[in-house]
């Protein structure tokens, strides 16, 4: 069984991480990693570049992202599938929207109002919880 990095912030994170995408999968590939987890701050920037490196080095990318909540600790989201990738992806936009440039304003509500489905069938709702799977993040100096 090999080693898996779960929070990697790379240079999309701002202030935050410093490598580019590019060089993470290059270290990961050094280090023979066979996949990494990009988790940017509030934001899945920096995966499409990490996907391209990662193809060339045969690397799998988990895509993920750090979700830094005003009102609550930080969570890693991972999405599981398409439909939370959507999931996810119009999270960090309800977010963006509520902010200036550059950052995002998001709440315990939002994560918990991203997990419901619109649908009151059961398979849906067990579907919809497995679909973005959260958990603390460890704290970042």
């Given at each position: 069984?090999?080693?898996?990095?779960?929070?990697?912030?790379?240079?999309?994170?701002?202030?935050?991480?410093?490598?580019?995408p590019?060089?993470?999968?290059?270290?990961?590939?050094?280090?023979g990693y066979?996949?990494?987890?990009?988790?940017?701050v509030?934001?899945m920037?920096?995966?499409?570049?990490?996907?391209?490196?990662?193809?060339?080095?045969?690397?799998?990318?988990?895509?993920?992202?750090r979700?830094?909540?005003?009102?609550g600790p930080?969570?890693?989201?991972y999405?599981?599938?398409?439909?939370?990738?959507?999931?996810?992806?119009?999270?960090?936009?309800?977010?963006?929207l509520?902010?200036?440039k550059?950052?995002?304003?998001?709440?315990?509500?939002?994560?918990?109002?991203?997990?419901?489905?619109?649908?009151?069938?059961?398979?849906h709702?067990?579907?919809?919880?497995?679909?973005?799977?959260?958990?603390?993040?460890?704290?970042?100096?």
């Amino acid at each position: 069984m090999g080693y898996c990095e779960l929070q990697i912030t790379s240079n999309f994170s701002f202030l935050r991480g410093a490598s580019h995408p590019e060089e993470l999968i290059e270290q990961a590939a050094a280090f023979g990693y066979p996949k990494i987890a990009i988790t940017d701050v509030n934001t899945m920037a920096g995966i499409v570049r990490a996907h391209s490196a990662a193809r060339k080095h045969n690397i799998k990318i988990i895509p993920a992202c750090r979700l830094d909540l005003l009102d609550g600790p930080s969570l890693l989201a991972y999405p599981t599938g398409k439909e939370a990738y959507c999931r996810l992806s119009a999270l960090l936009s309800t977010g963006n929207l509520r902010a200036e440039k550059g950052k995002c304003f998001l709440y315990k509500k939002d994560i918990y109002e991203s997990r419901q489905g619109s649908s009151s069938s059961p398979s849906h709702q067990t579907n919809s919880a497995r679909a973005l799977i959260l958990s603390p993040a460890s704290p970042q100096p």
